[in-house]
């Protein structure tokens, strides 16, 4: 069983950044793919970057060219680089493993990020 923390999150002015940090109690090297998600008040919670192990990685229309996901196997942690933000990337976000590709079966228990106009 794997826990994952999610850190980082807080208050930006639009056009500010963010960092995004998600440590693992162990060792991630399996997991395959790590993804963050969001979800903004009233919405579903969707996929917002994943990233395979090897470093594929993959981006929803709407932060792609702002948002960067990288990992550190050594380290156990995800990471999401958010630049350029905007109002409407105000949501919680969460981290998440995937043991087999399947499905998601590990999940933090999520930061907010909120990002003033």
């Known amino acids: 069983q794997v826990q994952l923390r999610e850190s980082g999150g807080g208050l930006v002015q639009a056009g500010g950044s963010l960092r995004l940090s998600c440590a693992a109690s162990g060792s991630i090297f399996s997991l395959n793919p790590m993804g963050w998600f969001r979800q903004a008040p009233g919405k579903q919670r969707e996929l917002v970057a994943s990233i395979a192990n090897p470093g594929k990685t993959n981006y929803a229309d709407s932060v792609k060219g702002r948002f960067t996901i990288s990992r550190d196997n050594a380290k156990n942690t995800v990471y999401l680089q958010m630049n350029s933000l905007k109002p409407e990337d105000t949501a919680v976000y969460y981290c998440?493993?995937?043991?087999?590709?399947?499905?998601?079966?590990?999940w933090g228990q999520g930061t907010q990020v909120t990002v003033s106009s």
């Open positions: 998440a493993g995937s043991r087999r590709g399947i499905q998601y079966d590990y």
